[in-house]
């Protein structure tokens, strides 16, 4: 009995250890995808301005933003898109779904009666 | 001699067990069987490849969105082939067949009934007077009543895991496989897929039919026999009723795997007994349901009739024993608030179990709650809102939409608050914080690490680690390709048509059927059992 419970409290405090490598591993985890959505709305929203200044074609209009955003020019299109991103802001406040890509989650989380093995 | 094709979307996580065992009968009835994946797999080339006379697949509500739109993507590619759906949605909802692409879709356990229909369609016979079955056939849609319940287990094969790894021989290198023991369940719970197959057979399958002891470890002996097996998990939703099976089971399984076992079991039907018996056969971890520490959601809502003076001494039985405590908790329960979603946190700190899963109320399709949360105004009844996965997002409606993101927080950091219950007092103020990244990953880290590690012990490859790590991160291996858009249903006149009666005499009625969904569904499906029992 003393060695079972020995046993239960070693599985405890090695429990407690995964738990906070866990919180270090998650919070490295959420800046990355957070940092990485703000890349992608940035992204997005250089690409509504742009529609609303020029109207282009939908498929150039994303190369471009992406060119934009590898070239450096993001800086000077996010003076152009400060409206833009205020409405983001507004958004991301009213709405859960704009603080957090669900779907983007949903792939990693486990499915009923399926769990990751 | 037909050929049928088994489509598995997660073929990668745990076995498609009720699959497989179809699949079994089939092979055994002279069929030809074959399973593929759909992550990195492009299933309309092995459609084409394969030339199958059947497809086949198995869902759960939620993922029956893809199901069904990969289905009729298939079937207007590949015309000739019968598409047959089966699993838990199509159980609760048959009213599936009038997706366009499904031709047949069957209801409980589908062994019997799907080598009935490839009997069928081999020998070129009626098809649509088969029990367990909805059918389409010639724009009407012929709906079968319920077969009695085959009541030796024993009598089934094996489900043929060969056909999984004749897929991916990666799956038959995986440490943890997948058994049950007994089918059925006498307990009522709302939140249960079982309630629906109460309604669909009737009283008969309260009743427990158990596989021997013998042949559940023949099973597990041919599967290692087959591949590396490190940990045993049992998936049935009570493991065992009763001491004498456990004995039996223990000194057989003791003498010929001797490996760890997981298994879900309901912690107010056990005995010191049963716990002592279960602790000396090697079971590793039980799984059982806490769900809410509120008497009043436990038995008025889940009807689960369960006395939690009763719960909570099997769960401190089990820890004694030094049996892995791993209890499932369901959160944001119709009439249920924030405070009762934070009692039930307390209570598993208190009970220190080793891990707090929780997931949020899901109200699926047939099942009590789904009744209660409409009837309650907590759920508008669209069934279509459902998510793949429990952990996401809850559809049912609270007091203020600040109740529901903190309840939907609070299941985020759920099992990491029992782990570290120094938490505990600052829980409250992180779940009024907006819905984050952080919240979700850190979920995704600790479910992953304990049950790699703790609750389903084995050694994990490097690869397994890196990919858990990754998953985190948001990276995944392999993409699926095969996702659809879901049709739109399509109503078709259909016939009622009585299992118990032999088909050619049965005077069938015709009606046409609107596409009622949600409650009225159920009332509809209650009234026709009812019918059918009188």
Redesign the interface.
Known sequence: MHA?RE??RA??W???I??????G??????????C??GAETVKREVIDVRARLGGEDASVRYDAADDATTDGDVGTELDAAGDATADAGAR?KGS?DA??D?K?????????????? | MKRVLFVVKEIEGAEPIGALYVAGCLVRAGHDCKFVGTRGNDVLADVRRYDPDVIAFGTTTGLHRYYLGLAAHLKERHPRAVVLAGGAHPTYFPEAIFSPGVDVVCRGEGEDATVELVDALDRGDDHTRIADLWVKHDGVVYKNGARALRRDLDDIPFPPRELLYAYDDALRLRPLKSFTTNRGCPFPCSYCFNASLVEHYGPSWKKPRIRSPENVVAEIAKVRSDGPLQVVGFRESIFVYEAKWLRRFGELYRGEIGLPYYCHLRADILTEEMVDLLAWSGCHTVNLGIETASPRLANEVLDRRIKMDRLCAGVRMLKKAGVVVFSDNILGIPTGTLEDDLDTLRLNVELDVDYAAATLCTPYPGTGIARFAVESGCFDGDYDKIDDSYYTESVIEFSSPEEKRQIENLHKLFAITVALPALLPVVRRLIKLPTNDFFYALFRAYYLAIHMTDVMPRRPALGEIRDAVLSVFGVYRGTDDNEHPMPTPVPLPTVDVSAAAPAHTEAAAVELVSLTRGPKRTTTARKVHNAREA
């Open positions: 079972k046993k239960a599985r405890k090695k429990r407690r995964k738990a906070v490598a866990s919180i591993v998650a919070l490295a985890a959420g800046t990355f995808l957070a990485q959505r991301r859960k603080s957090v669900v983007e989650h949903r792939k990693g989380m486990p499915v009923r009666d399926n769990l990751l093995e």
